[in-house]
């Protein structure tokens, strides 16, 4: 079965850090595109970035271009967000999304998501 959870969000200050994870299992991340979501009160559903290690391309949405990372780690089977410079206006709550298809996943309509991770940014 595939699931996905979700950990490391909290309270930052502005221009602070935090690395989010999105563990896996029931799955190997490297055969999926992994994709990061975040939702801020009142607002939509946005998508933040993307991984594909088996097609080797990665998405960024442009407001965290420069200062957010995606990566995985092949061992733990989890793929981690690396945010830096934070800003209030990245407070949100950010969920992981798995899907065989890129395309899916860049669109939001993968089936499997995790339960989310606060991520709160506030001086």
């Known amino acids: 079965q595939l699931q996905l959870v979700e950990s490391g969000g909290g309270l930052v200050q502005p221009g602070g850090s935090l690395r989010l994870s999105c563990a896996a299992s029931g799955f190997t991340v490297d055969y999926y595109a992994i994709g990061w979501f975040r939702q801020a009160p009142g607002k939509e559903r946005e998508g933040v970035s993307c991984i594909s290690i088996s097609e080797g391309r990665t998405y960024y949405t442009d407001s965290v271009k420069g200062r957010f990372t995606i990566s995985r780690d092949n061992a733990k089977n989890t793929v981690y967000l690396q945010m830096n410079s934070l800003k209030p206006e990245d407070t949100a709550v950010y969920y992981c999304?798995?899907?065989?298809?890129?395309?899916?996943?860049?669109?939001?309509?993968?089936?499997?998501w995790g339960q989310g991770t606060l991520v709160t940014v506030s001086s």
């Open positions: 999304s798995a899907d065989p298809s890129w395309n899916t996943v860049i669109a939001g309509r993968s089936g499997a």
